[in-house]
């Protein structure tokens, strides 16, 4: 099934993935990068926020929970600065419970995915997730 995707579907694409664990951050780099997009990381929310002023990625994927700054702290950081406000942020998780998907998107982020990360998986549910952001415009990149 992964295969019908593109494999340039992401070229082009900055992107930044926030997690302190390396598994998850190697195979959301990994799949990211197979897909083209270029990928930059960080272990934490305070890095991604240093990355973020640099870099200005077209969206962020990141685990909510992590050392020095979560990501429900690097999502109101972001969203107090006007430069940083629009950039799409994606939660990352292993502790998905009833009603945190919800909990999620009411606090700002554009939607929620679940690890472990597979292969499989990850690739396809982020491009479902991608296409119903507005302010990426992906459906018309993913269709040409």
Do not use: C
Request: net charge negative; glycine share 6%; hydrophobic share 45%.
């Amino acid at each position: 099934m992964a295969d019908a995707v593109r494999r340039d579907i992401l070229q082009g694409w900055n992107v930044l993935v926030v997690d302190d664990e390396a598994d998850s951050l190697e195979v959301a780099t990994r799949l990211l990068k197979y897909y083209g997009a270029q990928v930059h990381t960080a272990g934490n929310g305070q890095e991604a926020l240093e990355q973020v002023r640099k870099l200005k990625p077209a969206f962020i994927v990141s685990d909510l929970s992590m050392p020095v700054l979560d990501g429900w702290g690097l999502l109101k950081e972001l969203k107090r600065q006007r430069d940083t406000m629009e950039i799409p942020v994606i939660a990352l998780t292993a502790h998905a419970m009833v009603g945190d998907r919800a909990r999620a998107i009411e606090a700002g982020f554009h939607n929620y995915l679940t690890k472990p990360l597979t292969a499989a998986t990850f690739i396809r549910d982020l491009l479902t997730v991608l296409e119903n952001i507005p302010e990426l415009d992906f459906s018309a990149q993913s269709t040409s």
